[in-house]
C-alpha cells in the first residue's frame, strides 16, 4: 500500500506528505496523456450523448517546488429527434497553469518542536477553449452529473493561496488552506455577444486531519466556499450562498494482494439571493434553492502480480430536492447518480503506468407532481499513460 498522503488546496497545488516529512529528495518530472470517451442515451427524450475527453498533463516537483500545467482536447455532441436538439463543439479546454512553493519546512518551537511547512500556491486559468457558445452549440453542454465537464472555457483565472501543516506525531498530519479566486470576465452567451458576464470571487478554507501508517490511511476534512456577487455587463444579478462541506477518506491493504477503500462527503448550502426585475435589488430566496449534496464510494483492488492490479468501484452521488413547492418555478427535483467501474493498472516498468477503466452509470431525476423525469444511462471508458522521468 502507498502511504503517501495528500494534502491540497481548493486551487490544486499539491503538497505530498513524503516531501513534508523528509528533507530529502530528488526532483521528479511527470507527463501524462489519457483519453475519456462517455456515452449515455435516454429513451423517453430521444437523445444520445457523447463527450470526448483527452488531457495532457506536465508535473515538475523537487524538495521546494511543485509546477504543473494541464490542458485538453475537449469534444462534445448531442443527438436528438427534437428539432433544435441536437449540437456538436469541438475544442481545447482552458489551460490550467499551477505551482507550490514551501517557503518554510522545519521544527517550531512554539508549537512544541513540532515540524510545520508553510506553502504558497498558485493557480491561473489560461482562456484557451471556447468560451463563448451559440446557437446548437448550446446543446452540446451537459449536466455535470452526467459527464465530468460541464463546460468549454471561461475567463482568465487567477488565485493564490496558502497552506500550512502540522505534523501531530510521525504518522499523523494537521493541515490548513485558504485560496483566493480571482474570475476574470467574459462572454459565453454567442447569440448575445455584448452580454459581459463577471463571475464572483471565490474564496475558501479548509482544514483536514491526515493520517498514514503502512497498512492504512486515511483523512477527514472541513471545507467553506464564499463567492463574490456575480454580474451581467456590471449589474448585479447572483449571489451564491454560502457553501460548506465535509469530506472523509480512507484505504486498508487487507494484505499484499488485497485492498479496499472508501470516500464520502457532504456539502450543504443556503438560500441564493437573484435580481428582483422590479426593484434590481438583489433578494434571498423565500427558500432554500439549493438541495443538500452528498457522495459515497467504495472498492476493492487486487494485485494479480509485481505489475498489475485490478480494481472495482462503486459510487453514488445525489442531490436532493430543493425546499420550493413542486408546483412553483423554483423547483428543482431530486438527481441521483450511480455508477460501477471496472479498472486495470499495469506497470510497463519503474517509470511508466499505463491504465484502463469501463464504467457503467444511470443518472435519474425525481418526480415533478408524480411525474417521472428523465433516466440516462451510459458508459465511460477511460484509458492514460504516466511516464515519471
Given at each position: 500500500m502507498n502511504s503517501r498522503i495528500l494534502l491540497s488546496t481548493f486551487l490544486g497545488a499539491i503538497i505530498p506528505?513524503?516531501?513534508?516529512?523528509?528533507?530529502?529528495?530528488?526532483?521528479?518530472?511527470?507527463?501524462?496523456?489519457?483519453?475519456?470517451?462517455?456515452?449515455?442515451?435516454?429513451?423517453?427524450?430521444?437523445e444520445d450523448g457523447t463527450q470526448v475527453f483527452a488531457p495532457l498533463h506536465y508535473t515538475f516537483s523537487n524538495?521546494?517546488?511543485?509546477?504543473?500545467?494541464?490542458?485538453a482536447f475537449l469534444h462534445g455532441e448531442r443527438k436528438s429527434s427534437h428539432s433544435g436538439g441536437a449540437g456538436s463543439v469541438s475544442s481545447l479546454s482552458d489551460t490550467a497553469v499551477s505551482a507550490s512553493y514551501r517557503a518554510f519546512a522545519g521544527d517550531v518551537e512554539w508549537l512544541g518542536g513540532r515540524r510545520a511547512t508553510l506553502a504558497l500556491n498558485t493557480d491561473i486559468n489560461l482562456p484557451t477553449g471556447q468560451e463563448q457558445l451559440s446557437g446548437s452549440e448550446k446543446n452540446a453542454v451537459f449536466d455535470g452529473f452526467i459527464v465530468d465537464h460541464d463546460r468549454y472555457g471561461e475567463g482568465l483565472n487567477f488565485g493564490i493561496g496558502?497552506?500550512?501543516?502540522?505534523?501531530?506525531?510521525?504518522?499523523?498530519?494537521?493541515?490548513?488552506?485558504?485560496?483566493?479566486?480571482?474570475?476574470?470576465?467574459?462572454?459565453?452567451?454567442?447569440?448575445?455577444?455584448?452580454?459581459?458576464?463577471?463571475?464572483?470571487?471565490?474564496?475558501?478554507?479548509?482544514?483536514?486531519?491526515?493520517?498514514?501508517?503502512?497498512?492504512?490511511?486515511?483523512?477527514?476534512?472541513?471545507?467553506?466556499?464564499?463567492e463574490d456577487v456575480t454580474k451581467v455587463n456590471g449589474?448585479?444579478?447572483?449571489?451564491?450562498?454560502?457553501?460548506?462541506?465535509?469530506?472523509?477518506?480512507?484505504?486498508?491493504?487487507?494484505?499484499?494482494?488485497?485492498?479496499?477503500?472508501?470516500?464520502?462527503?457532504?456539502?450543504?448550502?443556503?438560500?441564493?439571493?437573484?435580481?428582483?426585475?422590479?426593484?434590481?435589488?438583489?433578494?434571498?430566496?423565500?427558500?432554500?434553492?439549493?438541495?443538500?449534496?452528498?457522495?459515497?464510494?467504495?472498492?476493492?483492488?487486487?494485485?494479480?502480480?509485481?505489475?498489475?492490479?485490478?480494481?472495482?468501484?462503486?459510487?453514488?452521488?445525489?442531490?436532493?430536492?430543493?425546499?420550493?413547492?413542486?408546483?412553483?418555478?423554483?423547483f428543482a427535483?431530486?438527481?441521483?447518480?450511480?455508477?460501477?467501474?471496472?479498472g486495470y493498472q499495469r506497470s510497463l516498468n519503474a517509470q511508466t503506468i499505463l491504465e484502463g477503466s469501463l464504467g457503467y452509470f444511470e443518472v435519474e431525476e425525481g418526480t415533478i407532481l408524480g411525474f417521472s423525469g428523465p433516466k440516462y444511462e451510459g458508459f465511460t471508458l477511460s484509458i492514460g499513460v504516466s511516464h515519471e522521468f
Open positions: 506528505y513524503e516531501v513534508l516529512s523528509q528533507e530529502t529528495g530528488t526532483a521528479k518530472q511527470t507527463l501524462s496523456l489519457g483519453l475519456e470517451i462517455s456515452s449515455f442515451n435516454e429513451e423517453t427524450l430521444d524538495q521546494r517546488f511543485d509546477f504543473g500545467v494541464k490542458t496558502l497552506s500550512s501543516t502540522i505534523t501531530l506525531d510521525s504518522q499523523t498530519l494537521l493541515g490548513f488552506g485558504f485560496s483566493y479566486n480571482i474570475r476574470g470576465d467574459y462572454s459565453p452567451d454567442g447569440d448575445q455577444p455584448d452580454q459581459e458576464l463577471a463571475p464572483g470571487n471565490h474564496k475558501v478554507a479548509s482544514i483536514q486531519l491526515l493520517r498514514s501508517t503502512p497498512q492504512y490511511q486515511w483523512n477527514l476534512g472541513y471545507r467553506v466556499i464564499d449589474v448585479a444579478t447572483y449571489d451564491r450562498a454560502t457553501s460548506h462541506e465535509i469530506f472523509a477518506s480512507g484505504a486498508y491493504a487487507i494484505n499484499d494482494i488485497w485492498s479496499i477503500r472508501s470516500s464520502a462527503s457532504l456539502s450543504t448550502r443556503g438560500a441564493d439571493s437573484l435580481r428582483d426585475a422590479t426593484t434590481g435589488a438583489l433578494v434571498q430566496a423565500e427558500r432554500d434553492d439549493n438541495g443538500d449534496s452528498s457522495y459515497f464510494s467504495v472498492g476493492v483492488s487486487k494485485r494479480l502480480s509485481e505489475r498489475d492490479t485490478l480494481s472495482l468501484d462503486l459510487s453514488r452521488r445525489y442531490r436532493a430536492a430543493n425546499d420550493f413547492d413542486e408546483s412553483n418555478f423554483s427535483p431530486s438527481l441521483e447518480r450511480k455508477e460501477i467501474r471496472l
